[in-house]
């Protein structure tokens, strides 16, 4: 049980990465021959395009603290702007399942029969931060959200790094400067020292599509965890997916701030 509501802890935390800064530094310079404008237009450009997704692959969940490591397997089905389903296996058991709805997030552990369901306003109280469906889809997919004005800090080689600040936060993404998809978003809390890094990489192409087959998150809280999926199998739009999710009478419904209390 434990283990499960870490994970899902931890999904939660990368859903606060997706974080647009508001009321950001504007840049209009020009940098290498690239200014931020543009950089951020090529990089929406690279989004993927689909109505369902499905992604099957393992994840490693490491608490560096203790020098423990918990493998997964899991399957993710988006049904873009709209569901993100989230099935985790143990050994081939299940250990949880999430719906991540635009106003909604249920989970349910089998193992032990319990449940949650919290709305975001719940959540943003718990997590201190602003969080929301776009950008924990945002974060899965590799999309930063930059449809706010950013600054442009450097293009050099094979990187173009554009930079978003909000007291006391701190963002940057580093784009592939051939084909514009993000590579590593750094989140920086100059107060706390906190930080939280995401990379994406092993980019492959599915269908005319270039996708990041692994993604790893680092995240400095109050101690140091690590996140990585090793996507197996992407599939676009290849099979109905059946996002229904009921929680057996049975169950017993947690609270959410328990989440919170197993990080």
């Given at each position: 049980?434990?283990h499960s509501?870490?994970?899902?802890?931890l999904?939660?935390?990368?859903?606060?990465?997706?974080c647009?800064p508001?009321?950001?530094?504007t840049?209009n310079?020009?940098?290498?021959?690239?200014?931020?404008?543009?950089?951020a237009?090529?990089?929406?450009?690279s989004?993927?395009?689909?109505a369902i997704m499905?992604?099957k692959?393992?994840?490693?969940?490491?608490?560096?603290?203790?020098?423990?490591?918990?493998g997964f397997?899991?399957?993710?089905?988006?049904a873009?702007?709209?569901?993100?389903?989230?099935?985790?296996s143990k050994f081939?058991?299940?250990a949880?399942?999430?719906?991540?709805s635009?106003?909604?997030?249920?989970?349910r552990?089998?193992?032990?029969?319990?449940?949650?369901v919290?709305?975001?306003?719940?959540l943003?109280?718990v997590?201190?931060?602003?969080?929301?469906f776009e950008k924990?889809?945002a974060?899965l997919?590799?999309?930063?959200l930059?449809d706010q004005?950013v600054a442009?800090?450097?293009?050099?080689?094979?990187t173009?790094?554009l930079?978003g600040?909000?007291?006391?936060y701190s963002?940057?993404?580093?784009l592939?400067?051939?084909?514009?998809?993000?590579?590593?978003?750094r989140?920086?809390?100059a107060i706390l020292?906190?930080?939280s890094?995401?990379t994406y990489?092993d980019?492959?192409k599915?269908?005319?599509?270039?996708?990041a087959?692994?993604?790893?998150?680092?995240a400095?809280?109050?101690?140091?965890?690590?996140?990585?999926?090793?996507?197996?199998?992407?599939e676009?739009d290849?099979?109905k997916?059946n996002?229904?999710?009921?929680?057996?009478?049975?169950?017993k419904?947690?609270?959410?701030?328990s989440?919170?209390?197993?990080r």
């Open positions: 049980m434990k509501l870490a994970i899902a802890a999904i939660l935390t990368i859903m606060c990465l997706g647009k508001k009321q950001i530094t840049s310079g020009h940098t290498g021959g690239m200014d931020a404008a543009k950089a237009a090529l990089h929406d450009a989004a993927l395009r689909f499905s992604i692959g393992k994840a490693d969940f490491t608490d560096l603290g203790k020098g423990t490591t918990i397997t899991y399957r993710i089905d988006i873009k702007d709209s569901l993100i389903l989230i099935n985790l081939g058991v299940p949880m399942n999430m719906l991540i635009q106003d909604t997030i249920k989970m552990i089998p193992l032990n029969q319990t449940a949650a919290c709305d975001y306003s719940l943003q109280k997590m201190k931060l602003d969080l929301n924990f889809q974060v997919l590799g999309q930063a930059l004005p442009l800090t450097s293009s050099k080689g094979s173009v790094v930079e600040n909000k007291p006391p963002v940057y993404w580093n592939n400067a051939q084909h514009f998809k993000l590579e590593k978003m989140m920086l809390d020292g906190n930080e890094v995401l990489s980019f492959k599915v269908d005319g599509q270039l996708v087959f692994t993604f790893m998150m680092e400095t809280q109050s101690q140091t965890v690590r996140i990585e999926l090793h996507h197996s199998g992407i676009f290849k099979e997916i996002f229904r999710f009921r929680i057996p009478e049975s169950y419904i947690m609270p959410c701030d989440l919170q209390q197993q």
